[in-house]
């Protein structure tokens, strides 16, 4: 993809590049779009020709359509992407691809379960501590969170049940950037602590399950 009027490549290093690519290939003329394709028009029309284009030769499992009945505000409905592990995750607004690694049978289409429960306590923690930074007027440039999942024996953790051998940990590492103080650093952590999904995941937990009629 080129446009003409491109002066940071020229029209004549695209048609080389284009020439010394392998079959299957194809030439699409971007018109008046920049190099960087900064005009948004432009780059959402690029990329629905490069999603069209290779559509073909992407052996994709076709996946289901949105549902039809009406999804509330706090509901997630989950639906079969094939027979083995791949899942349509279903909101009232979006819609995203749950799956398991190739090693275990997947076909590592998206993020797998325990991922998106990392994802999901790792996002609250970062934008509880932006708001928060925000209403202080705090110093805050940057929040980056890493979260790992993984499941400790009881022999190394005072905190577990008897009648519990392994507890599921996670490690939560936040990295604040910014000319902050320890004292403003140290309350930002303890901000973490209370962000919802936190609250959630550590408060006592109810799971109710029922079959559909």
């Given at each position: 993809m080129h446009s003409p009027l491109d002066t940071t490549v020229s029209i004549?290093?695209?048609?080389?590049i284009y020439r010394r690519a392998k079959h299957p290939k194809s030439f699409i003329t971007l018109d008046t779009a920049d190099h960087l394709l900064t005009d948004k028009a432009?780059?959402?029309?690029a990329a629905s020709i490069i999603s069209s284009w290779s559509e073909k030769y992407l052996d994709s499992t076709p996946l289901p359509d949105a549902p039809a009945e009406q999804i509330e505000k706090g509901e997630v409905l989950i639906r079969e992407g094939n027979k083995q592990f791949l899942r349509v995750v279903h909101t009232d607004h979006h819609q995203w691809l749950s799956d398991e690694p190739v090693n275990v049978g997947g076909g590592n289409a998206g993020p797998?379960?325990?991922?998106?429960?990392?994802?999901?306590?790792?996002?609250?923690?970062?934008?509880?501590?932006?708001m928060y930074a925000n209403h202080k007027n705090l110093p805050l440039d940057a929040v980056n969170v890493s979260l790992k999942h993984y499941r400790q024996h009881c022999s190394d953790c005072q905190a577990a049940e008897e009648n519990n051998p392994r507890?599921?940990?996670?490690?939560?590492?936040?990295?604040?950037?910014?000319?902050l103080t320890p004292e403003q650093r140290q309350?930002?952590?303890?901000i973490a602590d209370k962000c919802p999904v936190h609250r959630t995941l550590e408060g006592p937990i109810r799971i109710t399950s029922a079959l559909v009629e």
């Amino acid at each position: 993809m080129h446009s003409p009027l491109d002066t940071t490549v020229s029209i004549q290093q695209a048609e080389h590049i284009y020439r010394r690519a392998k079959h299957p290939k194809s030439f699409i003329t971007l018109d008046t779009a920049d190099h960087l394709l900064t005009d948004k028009a432009d780059a959402a029309y690029a990329a629905s020709i490069i999603s069209s284009w290779s559509e073909k030769y992407l052996d994709s499992t076709p996946l289901p359509d949105a549902p039809a009945e009406q999804i509330e505000k706090g509901e997630v409905l989950i639906r079969e992407g094939n027979k083995q592990f791949l899942r349509v995750v279903h909101t009232d607004h979006h819609q995203w691809l749950s799956d398991e690694p190739v090693n275990v049978g997947g076909g590592n289409a998206g993020p797998d379960p325990y991922e998106q429960l990392l994802s999901a306590l790792g996002s609250c923690t970062s934008m509880t501590i932006r708001m928060y930074a925000n209403h202080k007027n705090l110093p805050l440039d940057a929040v980056n969170v890493s979260l790992k999942h993984y499941r400790q024996h009881c022999s190394d953790c005072q905190a577990a049940e008897e009648n519990n051998p392994r507890i599921d940990v996670i490690e939560r590492m936040i990295d604040l950037k910014g000319d902050l103080t320890p004292e403003q650093r140290q309350r930002l952590l303890e901000i973490a602590d209370k962000c919802p999904v936190h609250r959630t995941l550590e408060g006592p937990i109810r799971i109710t399950s029922a079959l559909v009629e």
